[in-house]
């Protein structure tokens, strides 16, 4: 993504195929449906036969304590939360149309997608990459929107989520330090049937006597919010996190708890329906009973009739709009600020987590993956279509910069030098994984054997294929990185050969970061002092071009 380009100058933001679908497995769709329909069934069911059911007197408190007015923390939390998760949310659009499909299992296989979100069944009959397969989102709806805007895309939606779990945890202590719990969190069981009784008053279209929410909320209310706090936003980040390379492959048993990484993408997207439905479903609510009083609540915290509380409110919901296209505005301007912004933010993290995490390579061979998405571009320079001609029997990999042995080695020397192997779960920025069996030279073998000088600091891994925007493909890593005992120049791929189109003759490995960073189609090792010196100075092509992230465990 370059800043000083319009995007519909660009046809990789801007292509000529735009069109979007939405295509639900039936199964999924069959299911979907009945747990939607059935509950409205049977409320009109029980409305003709038996008409609507009694709801809890308004003026009685049903495990709820009379609180009073709304605290002034909890009124700037209401909104702020708004901010955060109208960032996220598009933000969280825009990172799905990098890879537009949702999947149950792991290996990510093409036509075992439950959604997808593209027209397009992947071809067989040529190579289609994840790249590929990318599509177009319009920027009114996903932020930064267009195409391959992944690497803005999630910065926006990491600096959002860690500022959206401060105001949540804030929000809870003030929550549970005050009488304040009482009004979200049930103490009886008659909240289920009062719950039930206001729903079918409202999908019966009659509007049930209404509690003072100041006193508290009817039972539909409580538990809407309730579930909304405590179970929806818990549940949002602790799948968020099971998308981590870092925390997947060292602790294989937490993406389990919900069925798999893919898994946990899919119930990361439900829930942001999940609080589209509810923010729709809120916003209707008080828009019909009684939008003067409802607004004047959440805004002043008094219960009066004056419309001031609404043109507060309508000028706050503006104000999220207005940094809703200042957002956009950035991604497009000063797109490098926030790349360095959430490096600061992820640098706190891996400070404090990442630093203490070795991973553990541990799947068995069973769960490698029947298909594995390739991508990026393959080589197209004469000299690599030669040496892959002989099956890369001449290819000599110089090792140079700081170092005090210098050498420059073949596939035989590399492979004398000794082997590991590791069968690993695979993390694409895009969002699709893979698990594979990786076999090669630990690259702490090569560091002994060239000796790096004390001021080397960082290895670069040079590519003979070419970045999205053209130019040699490259990447670096931090000598600490270099050193762990599953970092790897891999050459063999599943008990086999590396393939050309994933990577031959030599391809890196580094198990705790997303797959950008795994140099494929390596053709030289550089030994730097530091990244500025290198490409455009950001630590990789595709940091330079798309402003991929900086730190990439997360």
């Known amino acids: 993504m370059r800043a000083t380009t319009h995007p519909k100058e660009n046809q990789v933001h801007y292509p000529a195929d735009r069109r979007f679908r939405i295509r639900i497995d039936r199964r999924f769709l069959v299911a979907f449906a009945c747990l939607a329909i059935l509950p409205v069934v049977a409320a009109w069911v029980q ?75 992947v071809p067989r009959n040529r190579v289609w990459t994840a790249k590929d397969d990318a599509r177009y ?101 602790m799948t968020g996190l099971a998308m981590s390379p870092a925390i997947d492959n060292r602790f294989r048993w937490y993406p389990r708890l919900f069925g798999g990484r893919q898994a946990a993408r899919s119930i990361h997207y439900l829930l942001l329906v999940g609080y589209t439905l509810f923010l729709i479903a809120h916003v209707t609510m008080v828009a019909i009973v009684d939008p003067l009083r409802n607004m004047n609540d959440i805004v002043f915290g008094q219960n009066d009739g004056s419309a001031l509380g609404l043109v507060i409110g309508l000028l706050a919901i503006a104000l999220v709009a207005g940094v809703a296209y200042v957002a956009h505005w950035m991604s497009w301007n000063r797109p490098r ?3 360095y912004a959430v490096r600061h933010m992820h640098a706190v993290m891996r400070w404090i987590i990442f630093k203490h995490w070795h991973t553990r390579p541990e799947y068995p061979k069973e769960d490698i993956s029947p298909y594995f998405w390739p991508n990026g571009k393959m080589p197209t320079s004469p000299e690599w279509k030669a040496l892959a001609a002989e099956d890369f029997r001449e290819f000599r990999m110089p090792v140079t910069g700081m170092v005090r042995n210098p050498v420059e080695l073949s596939m035989a020397d590399l492979k004398a ?10 993390h694409c920025i ?4 893979g698990v ?49 005992a599953d970092t790897i120049l891999a ?54 071009d798309e402003y991929f992230d900086l730190i990439p465990e997360i």
């Open 47 to 121: 409305y003709l036969m038996a008409g609507l059911p009694a709801v809890a007197d308004p003026t009685l408190a049903t495990g709820q304590t009379a609180a009073g007015p709304f605290p002034g923390w909890l009124r700037l939390a209401h909104y702020v939360n708004f901010l955060f998760l109208v960032l996220l949310a598009r933000a969280g659009i825009s990172i799905l149309m990098d890879h537009p499909r949702l999947y149950w299992n792991d290996d990510c296989t093409p036509g075992t997608e439950w959604l997808r979100f593209t027209p397009i069944d």
């Open 137 to 237: 989102i319009s920027p009114w709806l996903g932020l930064p929107g267009y195409r391959h805007t992944v690497g803005v895309a999630r910065h926006w939606h990491l600096s959002s989520a860690m500022l959206w779990v401060v105001n949540g945890a804030i929000f809870i202590a003030l929550l549970l330090g005050t009488s304040e719990w009482r009004r979200l969190v049930p103490t009886t069981w008659t909240v289920v049937p009062d719950a039930w009784a206001v729903f079918v008053h409202y999908i019966t279209l009659h509007i049930p006597p209404e509690p003072d929410p100041l006193v508290r909320y009817n039972g539909l209310q409580q538990l809407s919010y309730f579930g909304v706090v405590f179970l929806m936003a818990p549940l949002s980040i």
């Open 337 to 339: 600020i926030m790349q």
């Open 417 to 426: 030098m000794g082997k590991r192997e590791q069968i690993t779960l695979h």
């Open 430 to 433: 895009q969002g699709w994984s």
């Open 436 to 484: 594979a069996q990786w076999g090669g030279l630990p690259l702490g073998r090569l560091i002994e054997l060239v000796k790096p000088m004390p001021e080397a600091r960082f290895v670069v891994f040079k590519s003979f294929g070419d970045g999205l925007y053209g130019g040699e493909y490259y990447d670096t890593q931090p000598m600490a990185v270099a050193l762990q």
């Open 491 to 544: 050459w063999e791929m599943n008990y086999a050969s590396l393939p050309e189109l994933y990577g031959a003759p030599l391809r890196l490995r580094v198990e705790s970061q997303l797959g950008y960073k795994m140099v494929k189609w390596i053709k030289s090792i550089e030994f730097v002092a530091s990244v500025k010196t290198v490409g455009a100075g950001h630590g990789g092509k595709n940091e330079d």
